[in-house]
């Protein structure tokens, strides 16, 4: 069984900052794309972000674009999204999911294996 686990979330204010990160035990990372996802209470489940295996390619929402970079540590068989100025409608639960990376559009599709996700809050 694939399992993930994101961890980073909580509680800040407008224009603050988090560090979300998406880590595994017993299974290898390196190889795959892994995108991060989010879900505010009420709507559907939206695309945040995703990277290539080696980290050479990146995805970025326009939502997100400019404010939360991707990377990957893959020594460290982990996946981090930086969010940086962060405003009230990035509120959400944040999950990472492995994907597949289409070299055509250059986007991540057919996320699986989801991790149990992160709390997001954004609030003065």
């Known amino acids: 069984q694939v399992q993930l686990v994101e961890s980073g979330g909580g509680l800040v204010q407008p224009g603050g900052s988090l560090r979300l990160s998406c880590a595994a035990s017993?299974?290898?990372?390196?190889?795959?794309?892994i995108g991060w996802f989010r879900q505010a209470p009420g709507k559907e489940r939206e695309g945040v972000s995703c990277?290539?295996?080696?980290?050479?390619?990146?995805y970025y929402a326009d939502s997100v674009k400019g404010r939360f970079p991707i990377s990957r540590d893959n020594a460290k068989n982990t996946i981090y999204l930086q969010m940086d100025s962060l405003k009230p409608e990035d509120t959400a639960v944040y999950y990472c999911?492995?994907?597949?990376?289409?070299?055509?559009?250059?986007?991540?599709?057919?996320?699986?294996?989801w991790g149990q996700g992160t709390q997001v809050t954004v609030s003065s």
């Open positions: 990277i290539t295996s080696s980290g050479g390619s990146t």
């Open positions: 017993e299974f290898t990372l390196d190889y795959y794309p």
């Open positions: 999911a492995v994907t597949r990376w289409r070299t055509i559009s250059l986007m991540c599709t057919d996320p699986r294996y």
